[in-house]
């Protein structure tokens, strides 16, 4: 009985071997689909109702479009739309381009903008508050004037990106397959969405910047990084997302190509600066603490080189200045510093950050709080949970005058964010949830900004801010995230720069035979 | 017999009651949903609409009274995240699940069982030492360390079997495979010192006494005996295959209810993690029901007790 067994093992065991020798093959053959894996799965494809923002983009993106672009180089370009404003900044007048058709065969007109925007606002209390200021006034089918009660800046950068919707589909298939078999006016046409698994695509033959040269994709969802990087190396993925930074060496290496964006979110130091007890509350302290940490060795030696180290600013971001520099290590002029200030011998420091949410923050905040060990002052590191960290920063530390806090690595916005602006005013306007800093100068300064719709004027104070920010140092920049997509060498592919998020744009790409 | 199912029945619909109490109080003090859901330049008012809107700004035994209630209308709720029927989510999601489940105990009982009956027969012989490390390794090796070595080994270097996702025989094996391991050393032990236990017995001897054969000692009447715990043992393997393969759903991107839940727990959608966890809870239960039932039905000493 126990010799049959073994023969029943053996024999099942060369059969699985013999089918798989056999069938192999066929299974491996490379289909005519792009694949592309990525570790973000969307929770709907529908912009309006959406919730988390970073896993909707990617594949989005190449469904619906916005009536404001970006080209290549981050340069904003008209998309669905041109527009322009009135001197005083409070009108807006849309012209969208005419014959474009939704993939369900209806054409874009005004009364889609409309409809996008008033259901991102019914379902979404935060589009509600974004949009409430706008008038609305549809001219013709392809003319929207837009009335503002204020000059908005961060209007045409950021509110705008609202991807559009058709009305004439909505009418007809009703909210179910609406959400469900999302439409567009984008390159791409939806085919089917398999839960944790992935999301087909193919080509929009109609598309009006011209048919897109890669005919179908699948977006495969593979959640482990270690699994995403195998599968380029098997072939199973022509293209992967957001490859660890500790395998891009090795990818390039190997032979495989690998392209940068410039990504959200940044990891900065964040001081509470509204108790006036703290040592930190002395700007002296603040910049001390800029010089004892050098973000070039934690960017070089823990993550492969690969984030950006900046002052505040990227070179393609609006109001980025040159001449200012990120603070150099020195740990001397740390140490003087701080004994100028009253504490030659250090003192001691909580040193919060987030666990759970975004890579490297641990470690930037355990490598800086070495660094600043050695200028004397020790850090008690500490990682609160995602959620706790937001509701302790926006419901007690925001309102606290003496509650002793630092975050030792916040992903708060900061370089790389869609609008500086918005940026700043998220994380230094004293009115905001975000901001544990308040500066009466600096409000007024983002109020301004606000205001001014000109590119170029508006550029001028967001220089005169980063420099007021360098100065004061509410938050040290230590590093700003970029994205690296991992390719096989006969793939050319440009992601888009200058966006915050990931994007993954089909028809940038080229297969070269 | 009757009476024992009827017991046993009982008690299970108990459990799942307190299961799904103990979860739906544990995910709301957890931490708020609402935070993970707004943005960046979310003020204090749309807060305060978006959790008005979610239906948790009231206290929560009212929130688990209207769940009981929508559940009574077979109303599972709506996901937080995908806004869909959670029930659509979780059926999507299962025959994954049940097919790297049952693919998974399949290969654990057919390696497993005559694994540790030949460990236990041929005691301390080169076939029951390996028998031993092949469990060993099973056991204590992380099945996250074991998946990626197994997707290093056949996809990357021999390129023989497809790294991850979910589709034919090929995507199953190397899954299946690390997901089994683990219960094949699990049934393989039982088995051994359960038959080990077994063969000292008295009708043993007497059967051998009869003048049968070794392989009818061995297989009929000592197996059959010392099924009970390998019945019970078994029937949890499954549970927890159904319930928990989430390492090797996120290692070999298996669409699965595992990392379905896991991911609803880190965002915080109740709803999903509320009915998620029923279902499994429900799952888990019903099989140790069959399972004491199947009891009852092999060993007639257990229906009188």
């Keep these: 009985m126990k010799k049959l067994l073994w023969i029943v093992m053996a024999c099942s065991l060369t059969l699985t071997f013999a089918h798989l020798v056999v069938f192999t093959p066929f299974a491996m053959s490379a289909p005519k689909k792009l694949v592309i894996a990525t570790n973000l799965e969307p929770d709907v494809l529908d912009f309006t109702i959406m919730v988390t923002g970073p896993a909707t983009y990617p594949i989005g993106e190449n469904i619906y479009e916005t009536l404001v672009d970006k080209a290549l180089d981050g340069k904003r370009v008209p ?28 054409p874009l007109t005004t009364k889609d903008i409309v409809f996008t925007w008033t259901r991102a606002a019914e379902k979404n209390p935060t589009w509600k508050r974004r949009l409430q200021p706008i008038n609305m006034e549809i001219v013709d089918d392809y003319r929207i004037k837009l009335h503002f009660k204020e000059p908005d800046a961060i209007f045409l950068p950021y509110r705008a990106y609202l991807p559009i919707e058709s009305k004439s589909y909505y009418d007809r298939v009703g909210e179910d397959q609406f959400v469900k078999r999302p439409v567009g006016t984008g390159p791409y046409k939806f085919v089917t969405w398999e839960s944790g698994q992935y999301i087909d695509l193919k080509a929009n033959e109609e598309y009006w910047r011209g048919a897109p040269s890669v005919k179908e994709v699948r977006f495969r969802i593979v959640k482990e990084d270690t699994t995403r990087v195998a599968m380029l190396k098997t072939g199973e993925a022509d293209i992967i997302l957001d490859v660890p930074w500790k395998d891009v060496a090795s990818l390039r290496s190997a032979g495989f190509k690998t392209v940068t964006a410039d990504a959200t979110p940044p990891c900065s130091i964040k001081f509470h600066l509204l108790n006036p007890k703290v040592p930190w509350y002395d700007k002296r302290v603040r910049q001390a603490i800029a010089y004892a940490i050098d973000s070039k060795a934690i960017i070089d030696k823990l993550f492969h080189g690969i984030p950006n180290h900046v002052a505040r600013l990227a070179s393609w971001e609006i109001g980025y200045d040159p001449e200012l520099k990120p603070y150099p290590y020195d740990p001397e002029k740390a140490k003087k510093l701080l004994a100028e200030a009253g504490y030659p011998k250090g003192f001691e420091m909580p040193f919060y950050y987030m666990t759970g949410r975004s890579y490297g923050i641990k470690e930037t905040a355990e490598a800086a709080a070495l660094y600043l060990k050695a200028v004397g002052i020790n850090c008690k590191v500490e990682g609160l949970e995602s959620v706790k960290f937001v509701k302790l920063q926006r419901e007690v530390w925001h309102n606290s005058t003496d509650v002793e806090a630092v975050i030792g690595a916040d992903p708060g916005p900061g370089p790389h964010y869609f609008e500086p602006t918005e940026a700043i005013d998220l994380m230094c306007n004293s009115k905001s949830l975000y901001s544990l800093y308040s500066n009466p100068n600096m409000d007024a300064l983002i109020a301004e900004m606000q205001r001014t719709l000109d590119d170029t004027k508006r550029g001028e104070l967001i220089k005169k801010a980063c420099r007021m920010l360098q100065e004061e140092l509410p938050t040290i920049v230590i590093w700003a995230t970029r994205s690296v997509y991992g390719m096989k060498p006969n793939i050319d592919f440009t992601p888009v720069q200058g966006i915050g998020w990931v994007y993954m744009h089909a028809n940038d790409v080229r297969v070269k035979d | ?249 996120a290692v070999f991107g298996w669409p699965g209810l595992g990392s379905l839940i896991l991911e609803a727990v880190y965002g915080r959608d109740y709803t999903l993690v509320q009915s998620g966890v029923l279902l499994t809870s429900m799952i888990f239960i019903s099989l140790n029901l069959i399972v004491d039932l199947l009891y009852g039905f092999i060993d007639p000493r257990i229906r009188y007790g």
């Design chain 1, 79 to 106: 998309g669905l739309a041109s527009w322009t404003v009135s001197p005083d900044g409070k009108l807006i007048e849309f012209t969208l381009r005419k014959g474009i058709k939704f993939h369900s065969g209806d």
């Design chain 2, 1 to 249: 017999m009757r009476r024992y199912a009827i017991k046993r029945i009982l008690l299970g619909i108990v459990t799942i009651i307190v299961v799904s109490i103990i979860v739906f109080f544990a995910s709301r003090l957890s931490g708020d949903v609402v935070h993970l859901l707004l943005p960046d330049d979310a003020t204090k008012e749309d807060e305060i609409r978006l959790r008005a809107k979610l239906g948790l700004d009231k206290p929560i035994p009212i929130q688990y009274l209207v769940f009981v209630k929508n559940l009574t209308q077979g109303d599972f709720g709506e996901s937080i995240r995908y806004r869909l029927p959670v029930v659509e989510v979780i059926l999507k999601r299962l025959p994954g699940t049940l097919e790297l489940a049952s693919a998974a105990f399949l290969l654990s009982i057919v390696f497993g069982v005559p694994l540790g009956v030949i460990s236990a027969t041929r005691r301390d012989s080169a076939s029951d030492k390996a028998g031993k490390i092949f469990a060993l390794i099973g056991q204590s090796m992380p099945s996250f360390w074991l998946g990626i070595m197994a997707i290093l080994v056949f996809s990357v270097w021999l390129q023989l079997l497809p790294t991850s996702g979910r589709g034919d025989m090929e995507h199953l094996i190397l899954p299946a495979t690390t997901l089994g391991w683990f219960s094949v050393a699990s049934i393989m032990r039982i088995t051994r010192s359960a038959m080990l236990d077994t063969m000292d017995s008295d009708f043993i001897k007497m059967a051998r006494l009869k003048g049968n054969s070794e392989r009818i000692v061995v297989w009929k009447h000592g197996l059959r005996n010392a099924l009970i715990p390998v019945v019970s043992m078994a029937g949890i393997q499954l549970a927890q295959l159904l319930g928990g393969a989430v390492i090797i759903e």
